[in-house]
Structure formats: structure tokens, C-alpha cells
């Protein structure tokens, strides 16, 4: 069938568009966002003699991690209409277990 696949990512038409719609990979998303504000943050540290090129690190892995969690954002928002992302969090406390779910 032309535009549809037997693997885990399908196309949907809608108004003559082929919109690409898949589950989001949340933990490595997560994972990415969380190491672009890491680097920024250490780059700018270890280059805290030029003042300039600390704003400049910093500033771009702020945006790289933004762009990561915009495509988060997105995907979440504009996938498939009955399913919903289940993401559970670390334990915190040891009575209790958290999740974050989010409905499509």
C-alpha cells in the first residue's frame, strides 16, 4: 500500500499532505537536550577567559537543546490521534512511582 509501511512509522494523509507521524523516542530526546545544556554550560565554564566565545558556546547549546525539545514538542503533539506517550520518571520517593503521560 503506497505511503504506508509494516514497521513502527506510518505516513498519514491529511488534505493531500503526507504528514510522517511515529512514536517519539523520548528518553534519548531527553537524554540529547540534557547533554547540549550540559556542554554549554561546561564549554562555557572551561572558556571563562574570553568572555565572547562563553556567551557564544553557551547561547548555541541553549539553542540546540531548545531545536531538541521543539522536535519533542512536535512529534508529541502532531502524532497519531489515539495514542498516547507514557514516559515514567525515576524513582523519587520509595512509596511512590511517577509518570508523565500526555493523551494524543
Known sequence: M???HSYDRTYRRNSGLRIFTAQPEVDSDLILIAACYGAGTLASLLAWRSGRLAIVVGHGAALAGSVVGLHLALAVLLGDAGTALHQPLPPLFP??????????
Do not use: P, T
Open 2 to 4: 503506497a505511503g504506508y
Open 95 to 104: 512509596f511512590a512511582r511517577m509518570s508523565l503521560r500526555v493523551d494524543g
